[in-house]
């Protein structure tokens, strides 16, 4: 295959030093990113077969590196150096071009505007008399064929800000024009986000008009959280608040490492991570001369009620029934089985005596 000229593409690092016979130079009037006065453009022929044998397997080149004047056209990407020179279709690089820029209200383009404009092209607004321009006043025609950045508006000054629950303690009332101030101050029970203090600026109000948070309201947590018992009585917090959390009695947390606390954020709550699972008990112990009701289980749940009975000929003191209780154990302690003789009863621990 014969040498072919590749216009209007940047030979990346791995083109130029890929297994590829350079045929000529060119240069070209434009100016580009490299250390050179002026586009290189290479004119490139695959590489002779004895080269392609000696590489053992076939270089990918990259078409996707087009000077930003241009657009590769159609979906090729990359080509192949085969045996029989490159695979699949010319790549075409098509100038970049936007459509004519958008409007704004009560201003207009210096110059008649255009159906359309080149790559880099560059278009100015102006305001109608008596207003001032805020934002850029020059749009740029951009790589990806939009203009860049957004227009700009005109305006007598800065239009009056809606603050929800906040009162002006400063400055004037409206219309504002450019220099003019506020001060705003927050009901009572709202927290200020942002500053009190802003300038009527030609970008806009500087910094950006505050808010006003509400509160958040009391927590309701679902998975047997509860708050801990400093907030429990609280039906307000204020932005910002930081409460803790604890599992209800009888419940422990999955994860002990976890964050136990949450934080009011403008009137929402941030994400709870604590969860609670039920307190377990091992299965309750055993008495002498006497045993549970029923069969005994492996494990308990928190609240869980077992019963003991004693053998016949023994009388049992002490609380039959016992709790599985938040810290993971029977309580109270178990019963004895104590042994009768006639005309009196005394204890016994472990047997029953005769006389």
């Not at 009527?200 to 947590?221: L, M, Q, R, T, Y």
């Not at 422990?252 to 964050?259: K, R, W, Y």
């Not at 023994?314 to 599985?324: A, E, H, R």
Request: with cysteine; aromatic share 10%; proline share 8%.
């Amino acid at each position: 295959m014969g040498a072919r000229s590749v216009h209007q593409l940047y030979p990346s690092k791995s083109f130029i030093q890929g297994p590829f016979e350079v045929a000529s130079f060119e240069h070209i009037g434009l100016e580009r990113p490299f250390n050179m006065a002026a586009m290189t453009v290479f004119t490139l022929k695959c590489p002779s077969e004895s080269n392609i044998s000696r590489l053992k397997r076939t270089v990918g080149l990259d078409w996707s590196e087009v000077y930003v004047r241009y657009m590769l056209a159609g979906q090729i990407k990359e080509r192949w150096c085969r045996d029989q020179g490159w695979d699949g279709r010319d790549p075409v690089c098509e100038v970049v071009k936007c459509e004519a820029p958008p409007t704004i209200e009560n201003g207009q383009l210096d110059e008649e505007p255009k159906d359309n404009y080149d790559y880099s092209q560059v278009v100015s607004y102006k305001c109608n008399s008596g207003l001032s321009l805020i934002g850029s006043s020059t749009l740029l025609c951009s790589e990806d064929g939009t203009f860049k950045p957004d227009p700009p508006k005109c305006s007598d000054g800065c239009p009056k800000p809606e603050i929800l629950h906040a009162t002006r303690i400063g400055g004037k009332s409206p219309p504002y024009k450019l220099g003019n101030f506020i001060d705003y101050k927050c009901e009572d029970g709202y927290t200020m986000k942002g500053d009190y203090h802003i300038v009527c600026s030609a970008e806009g109000w500087n910094p950006d008009p505050p808010k006003c948070i509400g509160p958040c309201g009391k927590p309701v947590f679902e998975g047997h959280v509860i708050l801990t018992a400093e907030f429990r009585s609280k039906t307000i917090f204020p932005l910002g608040s930081k409460v803790t959390v604890e599992c209800m009695t009888g419940y422990e947390p999955v994860d002990s490492t976890v964050s136990k606390s949450v934080t009011c954020e403008e009137t929402n709550w941030t994400e709870l991570l604590l969860t609670c699972k039920v307190v377990e008990c091992k299965a309750p112990p055993t008495i002498e001369n006497g045993q549970l009701d029923e069969e005994p289980q492996d494990s308990y749940d928190y609240s869980q009620v077992v019963y003991y009975k004693c053998n016949s000929g023994f009388t049992l003191t002490g609380s039959p029934k016992l709790n599985c209780s938040e810290d993971g154990t029977f309580k109270p302690e178990p019963p004895n089985c104590l042994g009768i003789i006639v005309g009196s009863v005394f204890g016994v621990l472990g047997k029953s005596q005769s006389g």
